[in-house]
């Protein structure tokens, strides 16, 4: 029995000595995880009038608005990839990216003569740039952005045909220390 007595004191100053340390032990913190948001934008610029198997035949023009409704400014790193010229389930020439802000509460477009005139500013594709192009706009973003793509054709014939969507982002995680 005295045997017994003794165990259990040897336990109760044991577990009295152990409590104070346990008491200032430090968590483990998660670290971090910052998102970028990604959206692919898809285009079709400039006029069809030889390839009805493509798209419709006509005059295409794209515009892609960009509005960060956020607090803070939004950092943004644009580029273009083509799916046509190559098709034919060939890789097309994809631009190196473009770095830009775009503040609190503001706006932006970029159209169809600005996905032209990229050839001026980028290192130039391999084959020389049609007066038709398809492919997608690809942003970066530092934070989430209201992102719309209108697409308008005119057909031969004069018939307008419009279509708007909001394009959805994927966020891409990037671990950070804490």
Not at 173 to 178: K, L, M
Request: with cysteine; proline share 11%; net charge positive.
């Amino acid at each position: 029995m005295h045997r017994i007595v003794s165990l259990i004191t040897v336990l109760v100053v044991a577990l009295a000595l152990l409590a104070p340390g346990a008491a200032f032990a430090k968590k483990k913190k998660k670290k971090k995880t910052v998102y970028w948001y990604q959206y692919a934008v898809p285009f079709t610029c400039g006029d069809n009038a030889t390839d009805p198997g493509r798209t419709l035949m006509g005059d295409h023009a794209t515009a892609v608005n960009l509005f960060n409704p956020g607090t803070g400014s939004a950092t943004l790193y644009s580029g273009l990839a083509l799916t046509f010229p190559a098709g034919m389930m060939v890789p097309g020439w994809a631009s190196d990216r473009i770095a830009t802000a775009l503040p609190s509460r503001t706006g932006t477009q970029a159209s169809c003569q600005d996905v032209l005139d990229l050839q001026a500013v980028l290192p130039p594709p391999p084959i020389p740039l049609p007066t038709y192009a398809q492919g997608f706009a690809m942003i970066q973003s530092s934070r989430p952005l209201d992102v719309h793509v209108t697409h308008a054709v005119e057909m031969p014939g004069g018939q307008v045909t419009m279509t708007s969507q909001k394009i959805p982002h994927v966020a891409i995680p990037v671990p950070t220390a804490p």
